[in-house]
């Protein structure tokens, strides 16, 4: 029954992505769905940005080993970010009408800044995805009995196809369908396994420190804090990821909304997993440490309960994953066709050859994360190592794009290399101060002695 219904899973969402084809029927359509996505739509997207295998698969197993401040990063960094695109960054980027987050850097510090914008921003997209593919093997090696790496291609295959040929209507539609399946399969199992022991008996388990979500008085761990809160706080608002999902609603005021209730229902339902585990938990008497933190989860399910809760949480667990992949995949192909093969190699293509080389770009992307994933089969690893680019290269200068009256490309040029680099010495010299804050303070310095009044425009 398990293997019946992962089965159907998979093809009703080939088939809905599929159908969702025709209605591209241009570059825009492909990118960002015509920008015509209603409240409810646009909701959905906007939940599943990164309901993935991070969000069930890793931040349980740390809530359960660090207590809330494991949860800082994901969910409670994500649900952060989405605010605050929804209150800061959507409405000024709305009103330009860009197809992508490269169109952005182009119209504001020129093509030089593109260019290497999205040369940064492309490959930080290959670790994230790979994540995703690692999980979608994890999940079919443990349910359908075939390697890992047979899993990464059967995952990798079912989201390519439907992302190729329906673009961002496939991700959006399939995205509904996938929330839905989500919330109402966590919260059966969060009911069907809260009715099987007394919340009173949980909290008796757990220490009072492991409730407590401020950090220590030392500086290290002050540090460590800040940098969980802002990795994806603010690392990920400039991701064309985000950026498609709000140029894809019907207007702005829409957009906005969709981003507020978006980040509350994340919060909420993100929840979940690491409830589930902390009940399984004082259940089972499991201890964390002596098992794989990537598949404690599904293997309590699947050892533990009835084949229809199995059920619903592999389709949840699916759901999760495979809509944090689709758009994973096409947000850096839409970089790549757009911003990169398109103005160097293809300068006077129509629409219809840009349709073309987006959905190229899209395979270039799969196959890239495929072999990715193939040789790094971590996923926190893989989440790490892309989680914290954008933000030491990409975020100050966008903040100074909107808010900024003066900014120079020379300050943007700065920033984005200056960061980058002192990120990559600081992880290779292994700091104890995060590397990703040294990264990110050095782009805000980078930028303003490049933004000072003696270098000129």
Known sequence: MLIAGILLYLLLTLGVGILASRKVNSSQDFVLAGRSLPLGLSVAAVFATWFGSETILGASARFNENGLKGLIEEPLGAALCLVLT????????????????????????????????????VP????????????????????????????????????????????????????????ITIIVGLLYIFYSFLQQTEWKTILQNTSSQYWDILPSGDTISIAEYFAAWIVIGLGSIPSQDIFQRAMSAKDVQTSQRSFYIGAALYLVIAFLPALICLIAKSQFQIDFHENNIQTILP???????????????????????????????????????????????????????????????????TIWSILWAQYFQNITELVAESSAESLVSLFVPLVAGIYFKRKTQLSAILSMIVGMLVYIIALIGETKIPALLWGFFASWLAFIIGNCSIFGK
């Open 299 to 365: 293997a309590i399910i699947l050892q533990r309960t009835h084949v229809i809760v199995q059920i619903f949480f592999f389709g949840a667990l699916l759901s999760a994953i495979m809509s944090t992949t689709s758009s994973a995949i096409l947000a850096p192909a839409s970089i790549l066709a757009e911003n990169i093969i398109k103005p160097n190699f293809l300068k006077s293509a129509t629409d219809k050859q840009l349709l073309i080389t987006l959905r190229i770009s899209v395979v270039v992307m």
């Open 86 to 121: 929804g209150r800061f960054f959507v409405r000024p980027l709305y009103q330009l009408n860009l197809l992508t987050l490269g169109d952005f850097f182009r119209y504001t510090y020129g093509k030089r800044v593109e260019l290497i914008a999205c040369l940064l921003m």
């Open 124 to 179: 930080s997209f290959v670790g994230w995805i790979a994540a995703q593919l690692v999980a979608l093997g994890i999940i079919f090696q443990m349910t359908l009995h075939v390697s890992i790496e047979e899993g990464i291609w059967i995952g990798a295959i079912v989201v390519l196809i439907y992302t190729f040929f329906g673009g961002m209507w496939a991700i959006s539609l399939t995205d509904f369908i996938q929330s």
